[in-house]
């Protein structure tokens, strides 16, 4: 299809202007409607004489037929109601159909009321007229709308659809898939679990039943996909949605979340596949927005490690509350440039926000904070992969303990006021060697909260989903090559959380958490692994085997969220646990303690035993 630009600005399509369809149309509407008006009057008029058509003073109806015609178009135009503004057959447009109805009944009626009576023309015309034609318009625009939709519902080439969620986003889901051409569905039926929804109906499409009874309602509509427009879904809900989808074998699609479409970051209609973190991701910890924006308003906030994973959603949720000024840390030039771009819409590093370093080395950073003055740190820069720090123990031990070492002695210096250092549930009673440096790390945060007076605390937090080389997008690589997908031990299970999660979790502890505390976030139950490797496998819909290697070196079975000699509580948050960490001075790290001794680089892993699907 071609399309051109008039001068003024309109497209042309195929050499036709769209606006003259649109034009013929607001006309067809506008004779349609003073055809009410004028319907009105005349009804109006016999009803007032009890049928007698003789007693009719002509002349005068006709003159008032006129009038009110002119009116009402005098009226329609300021409400738009021929400028296709509103959705046809919509609350909206009955509102201003209604309201335009009652200016003009008031323009007109005022002078009847007064002088009507002495030309041939009743009082009681008026008061007739204008609910028969406001009545009337409203009638013919519901019927265009209910052709509209019957239309689109009978075209075949569209796949039936069941939504699950009979709500206010679930309406609104039913009206846009309605009435979209574009999209690949139709809906033909609702389910929804509250009980006092189960006669409902939304335009043409019934509640059926609830989420359980989805596959005899497949069966009997012959339905393709499930969307789910549910505004609030925790795991729980997407775990069951995912294993009632399964025993019906049709495809699950997901609206995004409210707040996204309500931000605009997404609409009603950008339906996507389900996906692990629905199953596996735990309902958002809800900020306190005044707690949050009132440490990070109008304030300079550095983030390390801000080209990865956590640091990338941080910087991200933190430029939302307009700080004076945020500094992004990173030693990956590559991971800066993509935050960058993020942030400030291309990748040209230029500006004085990104900064390139290593936490390793004390006196540059020192020279940066001293330049920046920071008063808000987030410290996210560590390694994190176990199985390589068990082989090089001395990598963990420069950056994790003695960079966030150097992080905290900068922060000191410059007097930052709130310091978050962020850790991992492995640092609770730890066995590797990534846990035991998370430890110390949490361990001299708490030490220099009470050497600086500023509230300097730490957030502990389980895996992170699809943070870079975490085990999703690992998973994901083995399933694209083929497979086998590796496990370590079909028992062994894992605390998850999406990537904003964890950071609304670190964003919400420096406006509750006290000076050289640990935060702890209420995970949920921890899930298998092995069950995550499947229901990867199964939502590829591929034939995959899965491999168990065994348990590597400092790995454990379980993970824990609180160590045996912490005490922790819940003073602010239901789901926050706060506990004291117990102070490391630098001078005690000359020892080193890593719980485990870690095998020679290059020592092969166990070897690995499979296990058929």
Same mark, same amino acid.
């Given at each position: 299809?071609?399309?051109?630009?008039?001068?003024?600005?309109?497209? !042309?399509?195929?050499?036709?202007?769209?606006?003259?369809?649109?034009?013929?149309?607001?006309?067809?509407?506008?004779?349609?409607?003073?055809?009410?008006?004028?319907?009105?009057?005349?009804?109006?008029?016999?009803?007032?004489?009890?049928?007698?058509?003789?007693? *009719?003073?002509?002349?005068?109806?006709?003159?008032?037929?006129?009038?009110?015609?002119?009116?009402?178009?005098?009226?329609?135009?300021?409400?738009?109601?021929?400028?296709?503004?509103?959705?046809?057959?919509?609350?909206?447009?009955?509102?201003?159909?209604?309201?335009?109805?009652?200016?003009?009944?008031?323009?007109?009626?005022?002078?009847?009321?007064?002088?009507?009576?002495?030309?041939?023309?009743?009082?009681?015309?008026?008061?007739?007229?204008?609910?028969?034609?406001?009545?009337?318009?409203?009638?013919?625009?519901?019927?265009?709308?209910?052709?509209?939709?019957?239309?689109?519902?009978?075209?075949? #080439?569209?796949?039936?659809?069941?939504?699950?969620?009979?709500?206010?986003?679930?309406?609104?889901?039913?009206?846009?898939?309605?009435?979209?051409?574009?999209?690949?569905?139709?809906?033909?039926?609702?389910?929804?679990?509250?009980?006092?929804?189960?006669?409902?109906?939304?335009?043409?499409?019934?509640?059926?039943?609830?989420?359980?009874?989805?596959?005899?309602?497949?069966?009997?509509?012959?339905?393709?996909?499930?969307?789910?427009? *549910?505004?609030?879904?925790?795991?729980?809900?997407?775990?069951?949605?995912?294993?009632?989808?399964?025993?019906?074998?049709?495809?699950?699609?997901?609206?995004?979340?409210?707040?996204?479409?309500?931000?605009?970051?997404?609409?009603?209609?950008?339906?996507?596949?389900?996906?692990?973190?629905?199953?596996?991701?735990?309902?958002?910890?809800? *900020?306190?927005?005044?707690?949050?924006?009132?440490?990070?308003?109008? !304030?300079?906030?550095?983030?390390?490690?801000?080209?990865?994973? *956590?640091?990338?959603?941080?910087?991200? !949720?933190?430029?939302?509350?307009?700080?004076?000024?945020?500094?992004?840390?990173?030693?990956?030039?590559?991971?800066?440039?993509?935050?960058?771009?993020?942030?400030?819409?291309?990748?040209?590093?230029?500006?004085?926000?990104?900064?390139?370093?290593?936490?390793?080395?004390?006196?540059?950073?020192?020279?940066?904070?001293?330049?920046?003055?920071?008063?808000?740190?987030?410290?996210?820069?560590?390694?994190?992969?176990?199985?390589?720090? !068990?082989?090089?123990?001395?990598?963990?031990?420069?950056?994790?303990?003695?960079?966030?070492?150097?992080?905290?002695?900068?922060?000191?210096?410059?007097?930052?006021?709130?310091?978050?250092?962020?850790?991992?549930?492995?640092?609770?009673?730890?066995?590797?060697?990534?846990?035991?440096?998370?430890?110390?790390?949490?361990?001299?945060?708490?030490?220099?909260?009470?050497?600086?007076?500023?509230?300097?605390?730490?957030?502990?937090?389980?895996?992170?989903?699809?943070?870079?080389?975490?085990?999703?997008?690992?998973?994901?690589?083995?399933?694209?090559?083929?497979?086998?997908?590796?496990?370590?031990?079909?028992?062994?299970?894992?605390?998850?959380?999406?990537?904003?999660?964890?950071?609304?979790?670190?964003?919400?502890?420096?406006?509750?958490?006290?000076?050289?505390?640990?935060?702890?976030?209420?995970?949920?139950?921890?899930?298998?692994?092995? #069950?995550?490797?499947?229901?990867?496998?199964?939502?590829?819909?591929?034939?995959?085997?899965?491999?168990?290697?065994?348990?590597?070196?400092?790995?454990?079975?379980?993970?824990?969220?609180?160590?045996?000699?912490?005490?922790?509580?819940?003073?602010?948050?239901?789901?926050?646990?706060?506990?004291?960490?117990?102070?490391?001075?630098?001078?005690?790290?000359?020892?080193?303690?890593?719980?485990?001794?870690?095998?020679?680089?290059?020592?092969?892993?166990?070897?690995?035993?499979?296990?058929?699907?």
């Amino acid at each position: 299809m071609e399309t051109a630009e008039y001068p003024s600005g309109r497209a !042309q399509v195929n050499g036709t202007d769209p606006t003259i369809g649109v034009s013929r149309l607001s006309a067809r509407w506008a004779v349609l409607d003073v055809a009410c008006w004028a319907l009105a009057v005349v009804v109006a008029e016999v009803l007032r004489y009890d049928l007698e058509v003789s007693r *009719i003073s002509l002349l005068p109806t006709a003159i008032l037929i006129g009038v009110v015609m002119v009116v009402w178009l005098c009226c329609a135009w300021p409400a738009r109601l021929y400028s296709r503004r509103h959705v046809s057959g919509s609350f909206e447009e009955a509102r201003a159909v209604t309201g335009a109805g009652l200016a003009c009944g008031l323009v007109v009626g005022v002078p009847v009321l007064l002088i009507g009576s002495e030309h041939g023309i009743p009082r009681s015309t008026l008061l007739m007229t204008f609910p028969l034609a406001v009545v009337l318009m409203l009638c013919l625009r519901y019927l265009r709308r209910l052709v509209s939709e019957q239309r689109h519902l009978k075209q075949v #080439d569209r796949d039936p659809a069941v939504i699950y969620g009979a709500g206010f986003l679930g309406g609104v889901l039913v009206r846009h898939v309605t009435g979209d051409n574009q999209s690949p569905y139709r809906p033909v039926a609702l389910l929804d679990d509250d009980p006092s929804k189960a006669k409902a109906r939304i335009g043409n499409v019934s509640v059926m039943g609830a989420l359980d009874d989805l596959p005899a309602v497949a069966a009997k509509t012959g339905a393709k996909a499930l969307l789910v427009a *549910i505004a609030a879904a925790d795991a729980e809900l997407m775990q069951r949605v995912a294993n009632v989808a399964d025993k019906t074998g049709i495809v699950v699609k997901v609206v995004p979340p409210l707040d996204r479409i309500l931000t605009g970051a997404a609409r009603q209609i950008d339906l996507r596949d389900l996906s692990i973190e629905d199953v596996v991701g735990r309902r958002p910890v809800k *900020i306190d927005v005044e707690q949050t924006s009132g440490y990070l308003s109008s !304030q300079r906030v550095l983030v390390t490690g801000a080209g990865g994973s *956590i640091g990338r959603e941080l910087c991200a !949720q933190i430029n939302r509350f307009g700080p004076s000024q945020l500094i992004m840390l990173d030693r990956d030039e590559t991971a800066l440039q993509g935050v960058d771009m993020d942030l400030h819409g291309n990748g040209l590093l230029n500006t004085p926000a990104t900064v390139l370093l290593d936490i390793r080395d004390e006196t540059a950073l020192t020279e940066v904070f001293e330049h920046y003055r920071p008063q808000v740190v987030f410290h996210a820069a560590a390694l994190k992969h176990l199985p390589m720090l !068990q082989r090089f123990p001395e990598e963990a031990w420069k950056t994790n303990v003695l960079g966030t070492l150097n992080v905290l002695k900068a922060a000191h210096v410059v007097g930052v006021e709130v310091f978050v250092n962020v850790s991992t549930d492995k640092a609770a009673d730890p066995t590797s060697v990534l846990g035991q440096s998370k430890l110390q790390a949490e361990r001299l945060t708490a030490w220099m909260a009470k050497q600086n007076g500023g509230v300097y605390l730490s957030v502990r937090f389980g895996n992170v989903l699809g943070s870079r080389g975490s085990m999703l997008p690992v998973f994901n690589k083995m399933i694209e090559k083929g497979g086998p997908v590796t496990v370590t031990d079909p028992e062994a299970t894992r605390y998850f959380m999406t990537i904003p999660e964890a950071c609304q979790l670190v964003l919400q502890a420096g406006g509750i958490g006290r000076a050289g505390e640990v935060l702890v976030l209420d995970m949920g139950e921890p899930v298998k692994i092995d #069950d995550i490797a499947r229901r990867m496998i199964d939502l590829s819909g591929r034939d995959i085997d899965i491999v168990y290697t065994g348990l590597r070196p400092g790995e454990k079975l379980h993970e824990t969220l609180i160590s045996r000699d912490e005490s922790a509580a819940r003073p602010f948050h239901p789901l926050i646990s706060h506990t004291p960490a117990e102070p490391l001075s630098p001078t005690a790290l000359e020892a080193r303690p890593w719980p485990v001794s870690a095998p020679a680089p290059g020592t092969p892993l166990p070897a690995a035993s499979k296990s058929a699907r």
